[in-house]
């Protein structure tokens, strides 16, 4: 079992469910990179800690302000293999709010669609939950399952979006 397990959990199981979830919907993300894992905590206490755990497997990293909570968005050196030849690099671990109770744990991936979101969107409008919006540079589509997980569905990945917020990536020396 490797490190990034002993933080976050199985993200490989917590994938794989996902990914048939998809595909029972309809919902085909073959050759569709993935921009990211969410992972979300409880407490603030527990976020200060799985930041700072995950650090130590990361190259880059950046943390801000966004809808009134810290996030860090965890640029992992190397990435996480997944089902089906998919990776992904980038966790997202927003701090919790006290407007929104969450439990801890893996919640949601990202999907990067490309300029295809508007005709993806418009394919599988019969099962998208809807579409967030996060601002000028952040609005994904996204399902919700049954579990309360989510696949969300971007134009780009989360990492362009930090960069077009304008918020500094700092390097990390590992």
């Not at 603030?44 to 810290?70: H, I, M």
């Not at 990202?110 to 601002?135: A, M, R, S, Y």
Request: aromatic letters at 10%; glycine letters at 6%.
């Amino acid at each position: 079992m490797n490190n990034i397990v002993k933080i976050i959990g199985n993200y490989e199981e917590f994938f794989s469910d996902l990914l048939h979830r998809m595909k029972k919907s309809g919902i085909n993300i073959h050759g569709k990179p993935l921009s990211h894992l969410l992972y979300r905590t409880a407490t603030t206490p527990e976020y200060e800690q799985l930041r700072d755990e995950l650090k130590k497997y990361c190259s880059e990293y950046v943390e801000t302000q966004f809808n009134g909570r810290a996030v860090a968005i965890l640029i992992l050196e190397k990435p996480l293999l997944l089902e089906d030849g998919f990776t992904v690099s980038m966790i997202e671990l927003p701090a919790p709010r006290a407007v929104h109770m969450y439990p801890s744990g893996l919640e949601s991936i990202g999907v990067i669609v490309g300029k295809q979101l508007p005709e993806f969107i418009n394919q599988h409008n019969d099962v998208l939950t809807g579409v967030k919006d996060h601002g000028e540079h952040c609005k994904p589509a996204f399902i919700t399952f049954d579990n309360d997980k989510t696949s969300k569905f971007y134009d780009i990945s989360l990492r362009e979006i930090v960069m077009l917020q304008g918020w500094e990536i700092e390097k990390l020396a590992i």
